[in-house]
């Protein structure tokens, strides 16, 4: 928290910055703050009455650390290089990592600022700048990035080098999957699901960007964009999944909606009517089953949704939420019969639900 009192050890995080990158500052302090860091700032922390000077040398020598907002203005700025070189002082060999720099330009970096690696968010979306500016702070403080998983074993590449006998790992190598076509660009966030429409030949993809794009794949080495993207959600897209027919795309998001797209002609998508409410929390996973009439929607809300759409115009849950899971419901999935309905929580479990036959004495699908 900031406004820590004189009387307390210090900071986790002094912000040093220029006035013209205040609001960068403030931004930063904020995540910083939610993740439960001290931080000192003066936009906040400089009240009526205090010595600013005084502040300032307190948050160069009292701060843990201290982040350098730096961009053309912080590099003008006497005061700014007042503090970054007494971090530097403090830390010459960066034993500690005294000193964060956060480009918010892309600037070059004088002196023995140009040694030290800084955290880059210029010309990045805002929660990708969130997540690498977070992620950036966890690693200096632990001092080291290492994976969570074993780094795949490095195979030499031998295909200028006949041998001369077959050689296994050639014939395994042409019966792997290989890559047809360049990425496909268009989205400016992290893109979390991807789904085929039945008949192969589009390919929709839902984005951070809150937004959903679909793509002509027909002939997979010249895919491309069709049409705009898909407008409409106001958080981040978490899932997409065709309709059995083809015709029609659901899409989930953190916004706490579903919604519909008629994309009978990909070239022309349009939304179909107003988004579908009924979640708590931010939408993970959407599912048709086989028979297309019946939409199910997995939530951050620790609930699972089922939704009638044989009326795309009159779309509409069907009973009470399917309760059960005690944590985040991120995944579901219709067995290909449409009987039973999966669905698989951050609770560690996957619960199974009778979609057609039994119901318990609520009404409810039978679950276990």
Same mark, same amino acid.
């Given at each position: @928290?900031?406004?820590?009192?004189?009387?307390?050890?210090?900071?986790?995080?002094? *912000?040093?910055?220029?006035?013209?990158?205040?609001? #960068?500052? !403030? #931004? @930063?302090?904020?995540?910083?703050?939610?993740?439960?860091?001290?931080?000192?700032?003066?936009?906040?922390?400089?009240?009526?009455?205090?010595?600013?000077?005084?502040? @300032? !040398?307190?948050?160069? =020598?009292?701060?843990?650390?201290?982040?350098?907002?730096?961009?053309?203005?912080?590099?003008?700025?006497?005061?700014?290089? !007042?503090?970054?070189?007494?971090?530097?002082?403090?830390?010459?060999?960066?034993? *500690?990592?005294?000193?964060?720099?956060?480009?918010?330009?892309?600037?070059?970096?004088?002196?023995?600022?140009?040694?030290?690696?800084?955290?880059?968010?210029?010309?990045?979306?805002?929660? +990708?700048?969130?997540?690498?500016?977070?992620?950036?702070?966890?690693?200096? &403080?632990?001092?080291?990035?290492?994976?969570? =998983?074993?780094?795949?074993?490095?195979?030499?590449?031998?295909?200028?080098?006949?041998?001369?006998?077959?050689?296994?790992?050639?014939?395994?190598?042409?019966?792997?999957?290989?890559?047809?076509?360049?990425? &496909?660009?268009?989205?400016?966030?992290?893109?979390?699901?991807?789904?085929?429409?039945?008949?192969?030949?589009? &390919?929709?993809?839902?984005?951070?960007?809150? @937004?959903?794009?679909?793509?002509?794949?027909?002939?997979?080495?010249?895919?491309?964009?069709?049409?705009?993207?898909?407008?409409?959600?106001?958080?981040?897209?978490?899932?997409? /999944?065709?309709?059995?027919?083809?015709?029609?795309?659901?899409?989930?998001?953190?916004?706490?909606?579903?919604?519909?797209?008629?994309?009978?002609?990909? =070239?022309?998508?349009?939304? &179909?009517?107003?988004?579908?409410?009924?979640?708590?929390?931010?939408? #993970?996973?959407?599912?048709?089953?086989?028979?297309?009439?019946?939409?199910?929607?997995?939530?951050?809300?620790?609930? +699972? /949704?089922?939704?009638?759409?044989?009326?795309?115009?009159?779309?509409?849950?069907?009973?009470?939420?399917?309760?059960?899971?005690?944590?985040?419901?991120?995944?579901?999935?219709?067995?290909?019969?449409?009987?039973?309905?999966? =669905? /698989?929580?951050?609770?560690?479990?996957?619960?199974?639900?009778? *979609?057609?036959?039994?119901?318990?004495?609520?009404?409810?699908?039978?679950?276990?």
């Amino acid at each position: @928290m900031s406004g820590v009192d004189d009387g307390t050890v210090g900071w986790d995080f002094f *912000i040093s910055y220029t006035a013209a990158d205040r609001r #960068w500052a !403030e #931004w @930063m302090a904020w995540q910083l703050e939610a993740a439960d860091y001290r931080v000192l700032i003066q936009a906040w922390d400089f009240v009526p009455g205090s010595d600013w000077r005084v502040k @300032m !040398e307190q948050g160069v =020598t009292r701060a843990t650390r201290t982040i350098a907002v730096l961009s053309e203005s912080y590099l003008a700025s006497v005061y700014g290089g !007042e503090e970054w070189r007494a971090a530097r002082a403090a830390d010459p060999e960066g034993l *500690i990592r005294k000193l964060l720099p956060v480009r918010i330009d892309d600037c070059d970096r004088p002196g023995t600022l140009a040694t030290v690696v800084s955290i880059d968010l210029f010309d990045l979306p805002a929660d +990708v700048a969130r997540l690498r500016f977070l992620a950036a702070v966890n690693a200096s &403080l632990k001092g080291r990035v290492k994976p969570d =998983t074993e780094p795949a074993f490095p195979r030499r590449d031998v295909s200028n080098a006949p041998p001369s006998f077959p050689d296994p790992l050639s014939v395994a190598q042409e019966s792997m999957p290989r890559l047809i076509f360049r990425p &496909l660009a268009g989205h400016v966030g992290g893109v979390w699901s991807v789904a085929f429409a039945p008949d192969g030949r589009t &390919l929709a993809t839902a984005s951070r960007d809150e @937004m959903v794009r679909l793509w002509d794949v027909a002939d997979p080495s010249q895919a491309r964009a069709l049409g705009d993207p898909l407008f409409g959600h106001t958080d981040w897209v978490s899932s997409v /999944a065709f309709a059995p027919d083809g015709r029609t795309l659901a899409s989930a998001s953190q916004d706490e909606t579903v919604r519909l797209w008629d994309v009978a002609d990909p =070239t022309r998508p349009r939304s &179909l009517g107003k988004p579908l409410f009924g979640h708590s929390g931010g939408v #993970w996973s959407v599912a048709f089953a086989p028979d297309g009439r019946t939409l199910a929607s997995a939530s951050d809300d620790r609930c +699972v /949704a089922l939704w009638d759409v044989a009326d795309l115009s009159r779309p509409r849950r069907l009973g009470a939420l399917l309760t059960g899971h005690t944590d985040g419901v991120l995944s579901v999935a219709f067995s290909p019969d449409g009987r039973t309905l999966a =669905t /698989a929580s951050d609770d560690s479990t996957v619960r199974l639900w009778a *979609i057609k036959g039994e119901k318990d004495q609520d009404g409810q699908p039978d679950h276990s």
